[in-house]
């Protein structure tokens, strides 16, 4: 609650989702909480309004890449209206985040996932927030009018968020409670699930646990290193100097350079770790020897060919186990609905940096450098109007 002001615009009503949150974690019963804890009153559900729209087929606006070697090859530019298949939404984009998985995917990085076969012009983007602009036949949890904060399908080959409106499945979405800012909402999905599935579902983390979060300072690692302070674990964290006091400022207990070459020894004088979360994967450290015996190593996939896997062997000799991490689809929107009451409840996002379109390949450039601190995320075309189909029916 400390980071509450009077002028939040998150409101006291779902904290209460936060606070179930908390305490499932800290009870220690279960690794990952249940679906059941998330039942804090949400705000009714909208009338539908179907029938009111416009039924016409056009283009929308979108970031669109011609080809996936590279920056240059995306342009502002317009594509088909996606068509809305049953059992999906259709959401018009307000926001969307930018983060390092976009420029990976503009290179080429995704092509060696095996389902990951892109349609050119493609749009990429994997986060965002907007409002709910149709529902595909059978879909009743959203209806027109829903603020929704989402996750893409790009990976699976799908058109991503950066684009004007983007048809998905409803459960990579979330409602957010009305007043919430589309700004703020729009960075959380990607960095804060991968954090939560990482320390939850990967590293089935328990209060009182002791976690190293490699890279702290970065988008997952803020994030899971609030997560993990919130959910009752000791929490160790490596970062620049620079970034020690924003980190302890967060919840961390100690930080350590990652410049130090003797960083795991002083790991381990603070005491050995049950969950090591590793979004660096370069095998510098040792890290796998601050492990104690039953604990988890928790790689963050980064899709550079020179990441190092940990040592089987050397996991073996420590008791400990290697757990592949990162982003997966299951359990997306109990993630997000998460999200949003930690948010309510009070977690710090990074500093956000609201760009025009105009900004778009700039804002990947410098994530890709890393030269902008804080988090940038797009302001969308989704205010414009959109034609939108009747209820339950395709655009194309
Ligand atoms: N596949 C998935 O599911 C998934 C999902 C999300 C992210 N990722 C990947 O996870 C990685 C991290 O993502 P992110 O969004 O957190 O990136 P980010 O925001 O760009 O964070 C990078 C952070 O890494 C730190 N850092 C740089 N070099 C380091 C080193 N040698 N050792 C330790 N820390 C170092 C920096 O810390 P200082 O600022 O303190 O110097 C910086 O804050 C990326 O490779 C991303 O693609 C994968």
New binding site residues.
């Given amino acids: 609650m400390a980071f509450c002001s009077q002028a939040d615009p998150r409101q006291p009503i779902e904290r209460a989702a936060a606070e179930c949150f908390l305490t499932a974690a800290s009870t220690g019963t279960t690794a990952l909480p249940e679906a059941a804890v998330f039942r804090a009153p949400l705000p009714p559900i909208h009338p539908r309004i179907s029938g009111q729209h416009e039924e016409r087929e056009r283009n929308v606006k979108a970031l669109v890449a011609d080809h996936l070697n590279g920056l240059d090859g995306l342009r502002l530019g317009d594509v088909a209206t996606p068509a809305l298949p049953a059992g999906e939404i259709l959401v018009r984009m307000r926001f969307a985040g930018i983060?390092?998985?976009d420029w990976?995917t503009a290179e080429g990085y995704l092509k060696v996932i095996p389902h990951f076969r892109p349609h050119f012009p493609f749009v990429i983007g994997l986060e965002g927030a907007g409002t709910v602009a149709t529902v595909g036949e059978g879909v009743t949890d959203f209806a027109p009018g829903d603020h929704v904060v989402l996750k893409s399908d790009v990976s699976q080959g799908r058109w991503g968020t950066f684009a004007e409106c983007i048809a998905i499945e409803p459960r990579l979405a979330a409602r957010l409670p009305r007043g919430l800012p589309l700004d703020a909402a729009a960075s959380l999905p990607?960095?804060g699930l991968?954090a939560w599935?990482s320390l939850m579902l990967h590293g089935a983390m328990k209060p009182n646990e002791t976690v190293f979060i490699?890279?702290?300072?970065?988008?997952?690692?803020?994030f899971a290193v609030q997560i993990a302070a919130r959910a009752g674990a000791k929490v160790l964290a490596?970062?620049?100097p620079?970034?020690a006091e924003y980190l302890r400022a967060r919840g961390a207990y100690k930080t350590f350079d990652?410049?130090d070459p003797d960083m795991a020894t002083k790991i381990r004088a603070a005491g050995t770790c049950d969950v090591v979360v590793d979004?660096?994967?370069?095998g510098?450290?040792g890290l796998i020897g601050c492990l104690a015996s039953g604990g988890r190593y928790v790689t963050?996939?980064?899709?550079?060919p020179r990441a190092v896997r940990p040592d089987a062997r050397k996991l073996a000799a420590v008791g400990a186990t290697f757990v592949p991490?990162?982003?997966?689809r299951e359990r997306t929107r109990e993630g997000l609905e998460t999200l949003i009451a930690l948010y309510i409840d009070g977690l710090t996002l990074?500093e956000l940096q609201v760009l025009p379109t105009d900004d778009f390949v700039e804002a990947l450039s410098d994530?890709r450098s890393?030269t902008r601190r804080g988090?940038a995320v797009v302001r969308l075309w989704g205010e414009d109007k959109l034609a939108i189909a009747s209820h339950g029916k395709a655009l194309q």
């Fill in positions: 983060n390092p998985a990976k990607i960095a991968t599935h490699h890279a702290g300072a970065g988008g997952v690692g803020s490596s970062c620049s620079a970034n990652y410049r979004a660096i994967n370069d510098q450290h963050i996939p980064t899709l550079d991490g990162g982003l997966v990074p994530c890393g988090k």
